[in-house]
C-alpha cells in the first residue's frame, strides 16, 4: 500500500498491518480515490475513507 501510494504522490508510513498519512484537507479526495485505487490494484481490505476530523 505504502509504495502504491507513493506512486500516487502520496507520503505513506508502514504502521503494524496498516499505514499513517498525512495529507492536506484539499488532498484528502485525492487521497482517498488513490487509497481506493490501491485496495482495488493490490486487493487490500477497506480501510475506510480519511476525514477532516
Known amino acids: ?5 507513493g ?4 507520503e505513506a508510513e508502514a504502521q503494524g ?6 495529507t ?7 487521497f482517498n480515490a488513490a487509497v481506493a485505487y490501491c485496495e482495488r490494484r493490490y486487493g487490500y481490505n477497506t ?3 480519511m ?3
Not at 7 to 10: I, R
Not at 17 to 22: D, I, L, N, Q, V
Not at 24 to 30: C, I
Open 47 to 49: 480501510t475506510g475513507e
Open 24 to 30: 492536506t484537507r484539499d488532498q484528502v479526495e485525492p
Open 1 to 5: 500500500m505504502v509504495d502504491c501510494l
Open 7 to 10: 506512486e500516487s504522490g502520496f
Open 17 to 22: 498491518f496498516g499505514f499513517t498519512s498525512e
Open 51 to 53: 476525514t477532516e476530523s
